[in-house]
């Protein structure tokens, strides 16, 4: 029932030596497996809480936890090409609500999945913090109301933040 | 895919050198950049630990974490702007409730977002806590009811607050 | 856009000089000031760590937290009035599923609120913990059927209690 | 407003000298007292922490928290009964599942309530902990429907688990 | 009211002696009791924090919490038997994704249950931890759509990870 | 090796029928038991999280946390007349550090012990809470040491307030 | 390196058929195995949060989690045999602080430890729990002073108790 | 036992109508009230967590928690007291250092305490968040050696932060 | 300043590729490299909390974090090499308590550190966990005497366990 | 008693337009102050919870929360310019115990302090963390031997690590 040695062997990074990083954002680096049990719709979540980039106009380091999560069709991200794609946001410059979309995006395009969802928590600058959170439906489905239902329920319990 | 440098020059508060800082009530703090993201509704919080105010009747000081979040739709606020403007309420003098609904207010008139909802946790007077929480979906649009249903379910699972 | 001085003025306690403490139930304690923000629906939760009551046949000393949320129509409890009065039950005595019904009725009677909740979380006597909740709607309105809905949906992730 | 001596007197368990425990399950040791507030539908939860009983197989005693919420009709349970009552599964045999059951069932009969849940948070044996939950609503009512649904979108987000 | 004593010996694993430890992926070792409790339907759920496997790749050691929860219809799955079949992954190398989903087929098959769900939550690998949850629903039952729902309403407020 | 009849007989609260509930100060409430392990020092604290006073300036109710611990020598004092005994603060009027300090000084009288140390958390006013902790070692013995130690080294980890 | 067969068939609760489970107090439960690392001091602590007894005056079930750390000598105790010895005080009465002793004077006597300590952490009993401490090293050694030590800088740190 | 009425009528600001707050560091503010258990050392504590003042250098408002510990000779500070002055610092700028230093000399001198320590936590600028603690025993005495232990000893397990 | 080309190739492990798992007892997976600070003493530690090994008796697996702390002299631990290590224990039956010891005598045999400490954690089985700790300081150095004190004191403040 | 205008303006980055972010690791970066409180020993600490840097040999990026703590002499460092100077590490390859032992060597040299730690906390790779400790006391003083004797007590109470 494992996974046969054909299907291991077309994950390129996983397990693989000499792992190059990648510190400009480059979407290339995703990688996809196939999914196996497409007969039944279910999430698959990523935590990421490793994810820096730079801010766009002044060049200082930003700092989050990433969230993502999805419904898959036929494909499946693999999460090592994942954390290498997230490394590549590394020295890259852009705001907090453009990163969280640019993922969502990119992966939208890689998987094309039933369902997405990107929340970015970032820590503070100035004593304030912002945690984007986009989400996708794929359209003429119903996934499209329930991404729709997601984001009208979204963060109805914003969890205590107190900046230590 | 980053923003341009055009578009950050636009923003005169962010890595500005000699900030001044307003302790009395002043919206024209706030400004905006645009939304790059307008295919798609996404939601953005801000959480803000350091807020302060003075009673109106007594003029002591008092203490809050404010959590803002909205769904943008041209506009969106700047965060070092939003700092600048809640620190401007440090020396203005009004009840809890009514701090927040005025943080409401101005940011609508600001962004006319498609919704946004403003939660104020105070930290207690007398033994009691006050935590006031309004919202606004714009009038017309499916945003309208989207507020009324999280106005009926709000915080439904209040945290448990011991006042230590 | 601050309270004027004859708002302010007309609350007798708050700020008060030489406060009685009553400790037999007095609803006649509550005070009340204006709702300014009568177009736009919202809540005010109070979190209350300090409330204690008698058995009404032991009379023994019992101990809670009153969560208190409501959505104010015209007219707003002032908080220190609403400690004065939860200190009314300091030598009063009655179970525990009475005192949050009463509490929510006297609030209903001194507001017309458009809804109100009353919560109550007790500390343990013999090994059990006893939380009332009760709710209630304006009759003919909306927040009847608000008031149905929060009852179905109350509390259906219990905290973890271990009576330490 | 409180309850009087007739109303307290009926209570034999409360504040009773010389409480006979029972260590054999005893449904007969339930007591109730009529509900003052009848014309508004609330909730009154219990929690047990301190729930003991036997492996039917083994007879190795087994512990729980269990958590008892219900929306009363014309009767309530006394709470010191409610204790009495469950101290009887002390040297009683039966497995997780059935204990909960059990317990909403005696409850349905003594009370005939429109709505009664019941959680049983079990600890571990053999590196695996059960948490059974079943609930009903009066048939007929409302309260049918309402009990549906709480099981349909029961415990959505399971506590965390680590066995420590 | 417990169960007798033939009911009792029919569950072979529990309470064995000399019980063997399996730790190549076998469903044979699931067993079933009766449901007693059928004219109601309600929740069992497990926590599993002690599941391990192999990545189907590298051969590393993998972690995880499983939580399993169902409605019975009429077997219901002994908590022994359970554990063993976890075990039994133990040797077996599959990803994430496909573990979760060949439990949930497994105990479909024994089971025959109305409802159930099986979410994973993985120790990280490379900064980055993966959680999958699948469900299933009775075809042709109101719990096919239950499954939908509470698919659609998973996990919206992913809980906070970092790592340590 | 239980503790015999005659000695369970003269503890007069315990289990008591009617006990009286006194809310002004009684030092004479308390009762005390003979220590059966004298050969061997040890501690016992008790946890009371239920305790009240007055504020002796302004008659508002005050709240903490008490907890008590001491080393007995000959005596041990019942847990049921030192309930009895908070309770008697109850209406009593006095600043937070007097009260830790007069509940220390009537328990050296009560039991002679080896030692005792009185630690109170009480909630804020005004957004600040105090903690008085007092101790004693029976003097001309080692005790007189530990005292003085135990007090040079207390609460070097001051546990996080945010008032709420 | 590991034990072999003759060390384990040893002993006989361990893996053992049909336990007798035993309810009224019996030292004679407990069984121990040899200490194969006696170059090297060292601690061992079992964390017991399973245990439950009489009250010797009311005959009411009193629970508490009980913490024994000890440093072996010779002897070390069996973990299975421990849980019999802790579960046959089911149905034993005495007083939390006689508990506790009793625990470490049987271990004392099984053992012969170098040192050996025993902390009980009772649940509420109208509103006040218990927590007894009592330590004990081999006199004439190093560890007598070790157990004073230990004894002196008891619990610095109270745990918050809040009854819930 | 408790204050009598010319003790108490000494305290100038405790339940004092119309406070006037003064947001210019003004240590004149502070009050004392006698210590009435001179004969026994001990500790009070105040958790401050709304301390807030302006960077020196920007401007900007910088917040803290400040934790006060003290043990007092002859001279108490009353609490209300301290709240004025701790407000007095919310429009002074100085850093983070200098204000806990400061904080305690201002008491050293308004009480000369046998012992006091004074420890800040300040919400991050820049990612990084400040601590400063310093401490004081009065010269000549055991004190000045109790200061230099705890220094010596200060934070050893630093808190988790996350600046969230 | 950084490790230099040499210095890294030596590892045979870190960033290898088709690294093979064993999961016999293998303490010559161990490898280490040279300490660069070796003129200031300095603390490791690292937190292992995938650790799992079988039971000796039963073969049923057991699962524990490991704490692993010490003091470097020449050689310093590779952190892959060690979890290779910690992976050996996979298939390998012992007692908890000899797992701990077994692992710091192979560390000191493969460093000859100053001092070292190892504490396991392990999960309940029959509702008791087992902590074991052993340390040991380089005879005839200061860290002898450093190893006792600390086993003297070790583990004052049990962490809270309840097996949920 | 603030710091004056010609104190400020010798800290170049505080306050700074445009400032440049550095991400090769280069402690030139670093900027004192003067203590203005040389009579009174005092610690400060930074927790420094956005530190990332890279693996020597794999070039992966490695993240940690800092904690450095020091008690001042003459100089203090600069908070601003301690945050460029760890994000000089961003790009830089170096073990988590070389990074740990640069850190400190780098505030030696540019402060002289009296004492200085710096405790490291990386997020796991490959299933585990490590955590570098080190510690300095200015020789030939008695700071030489708080030093010491602060390792000595290092982390007695480790953190609860689980990887999640
Ligand atoms: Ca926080
Ligand atoms: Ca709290
Ligand atoms: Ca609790
Ligand atoms: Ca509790
Ligand atoms: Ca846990
Ligand atoms: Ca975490
Ligand atoms: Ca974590
Ligand atoms: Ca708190
Ligand atoms: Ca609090
Ligand atoms: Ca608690
Ligand atoms: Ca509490
Ligand atoms: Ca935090
Ligand atoms: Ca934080
Ligand atoms: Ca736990
Ligand atoms: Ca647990
Ligand atoms: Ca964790």
Chains 1, 2, 3, 4, 5, 6, 7, 8, 9, 10 share one sequence.
């Not at 979540?45 to 419904?71: H, M, R, W």
């Not at 969502?104 to 990107?118: C, Q």
């Not at 503070?124 to 439906?137: E, F, K, L, T």
Request: net charge negative; with cysteine; aromatic share 14%.
């Amino acid at each position: 029932m494992s996974r046969d040695k054909k299907e291991l062997d077309e994950l390129s990074q996983l397990g693989k030596k000499d792992t190059k990083y990648i510190f400009d954002y480059d979407p290339s680096l995703l990688e996809t497996f196939p999914n196996k049990h497409q007969e039944n719709d279910y999430f698959v979540k990523f935590n990421c809480p490793e994810f820096t980039s730079l801010c766009p106009k002044t060049g200082q380091p930003d700092f989050a936890t990433i969230y993502i999560s999805y419904v898959p069709d036929k494909l499946m991200v693999e999460s090592k090409s994942l954390k290498l794609y997230l490394f590549s946001f590394r020295n890259h410059g852009d705001f907090h609500e453009d990163c969280v979309n640019i993922i969502m995006k990119d992966l939208i395009k890689l998987l094309d999945p039933k369902y997405i969802e990107v929340w970015g928590k970032f820590t503070p600058r100035g004593g304030i913090s912002i945690d984007p959170y986009c989400n996708y439906g794929r359209p003429g489905t119903k996934w499209e109301d329930v991404a729709q239902k997601r984001l009208f329920y979204h963060d109805m319990y914003p969890e205590k933040v107190d900046n230590r």
